[in-house]
């Protein structure tokens, strides 16, 4: 098939069935994964109680991250988003890197989730084969995505909840043990173990700085609400709100969880005996609290793989009708769903599940750094597209906008001197510097394809400015 030719899409445009309360859990959803239920413990043994400070500031580098998105999905909604963004405003070259770089971003993501559900089923089915909970489990939710948007939108909805009731359980449970003594013999726990184990930043800021790499990793996914653009029913509304809401729940979600768990539990023996979402249903009486986490981190994982599936089938189906990808993938079935973008996604994950089980883990780990440099990378595109995209408006066409960046420029420039600051880091320390080697050599790599195969836009399009 021909690449470098864009087609329009057979089967007709994507359809816009995802509503309002999709979006919202999706945005939610997306970036409550299973690192959380097994109580962040690396994270919270660098930086201690002060882990809290690492998920405020990346949440606020993520808010204006998502800003900068809304801005240009409002003014502009289409597939592919922030890969097409970059393509209009940074050029093609920028578009082409960023779109197959979050492509195979999710696939990883998609591969460790699937391997996720097929351990923790192992809980329960000792004696069935691994490989088939995560056959299962790709099976399940690749048919999910196949048969309509809609149906993607309905498990996504149904499994962010499970996600979202588990965690205001432990939030309420945790302060009534507390505040009140549920558990402890009606003896008010009180928040004393904030301080009293060598401080709130026992390990300085070092601790902190060096636990920022990990929680940004935590935040991937909520862009994902970028890539809904092309199939909400009223982007102009749901975005807006989903974008708004994000910074608020992950402050209640994340770090309200995590002062539940740092005030109950000595920060230096967490993960030591467990997750701390089971010690504290535990102790608050409920017996079958290993199985019901047991249930939720398993939904948690389908949830990832399910919107990771999806993602790659979006950037995909964009990249094809940018003449980026081969025209077949920007083909749509009669029903708007992208199936041969989708079933490309899946036949590469199927050979993911393969390789997760022959390479050495160390080489798998090695592979999964590619994500966290990926998430950078695409929140950076995120922040440059949207600086050029204001360049390009008349002083009239900015005062039109109808969702705008805060205070901007300067947010811009913050949020991206601190991914800059994360990266940084990543060099520094020396546990996460491969993953600036093999990031920035995976786009060198993909410099060359594009170069060497001639992928750029035969007719590559002026920044579209329509207004919806």
Partial sequence: MPVGNPL????????????????????LGACIGVGLFLGSAKAIEMAGPAIMLSYILGGLAILVIMRALGEMAVHNPVAGSFSRYAQDYLGPLAGFLTGWNYWFLWLVTCVAEITAVAVYMG?????????????????????????AVKAFGEFEFWFALIKIVTIIAMVVGGIGIIAFGFGNDGVALGISNLWAHGGFMPNGMTGV????QMVMFAYLGVEMIGLTAGEARNPQKTIPSAIGSVFWRILLFYVGALFVILSI???????????????TFERLGIKTAAGIINFVVITAALSSCNGGIFSTGRMLYSLAQNGQAPAQFGKTSSNGVPRRALLLSI??????????????????????????????????????????????????EQKALKYRMWLYPVSSYLALAFLVLVVGLMAWFPDTRVALYIGPGFLVLLTVLYYALKLQPRNAAAPEMRSV
Wanted: aromatic share 14%; glycine share 8%; net charge positive.
């Fill in 8 to 27: 329009p899409p057979e089967g007709g445009p994507l359809k816009r069935e995802l509503g309002e309360r999709h979006i919202r859990l999706m945005a």
């Fill in 123 to 147: 809980v329960w089915f000792p004696d069935v084969p691994r490989w088939i909970w995560a056959l299962a489990a790709l099976v399940s939710m690749g048919s999910i995505n196949l048969i």
């Fill in 209 to 212: 700085l060096m636990s920022l």
């Fill in 265 to 279: 539990y000595p920060w230096n023996e967490i993960g030591t005996q467990g997750s701390p979402f089971v010690m």
């Fill in 347 to 396: 036949f590469a994950l199927l050979l993911g599940v393969l390789l997760n089980y022959l390479v050495p883990e160390k080489v798998f780990v090695w592979v999964t750094s590619i994500a966290t440099f990926g998430a950078i990378w695409t929140w950076l595109m995120i922040l440059l597209a949207q600086l050029k995209f204001r360049k390009s408006l008349s002083p009239a």
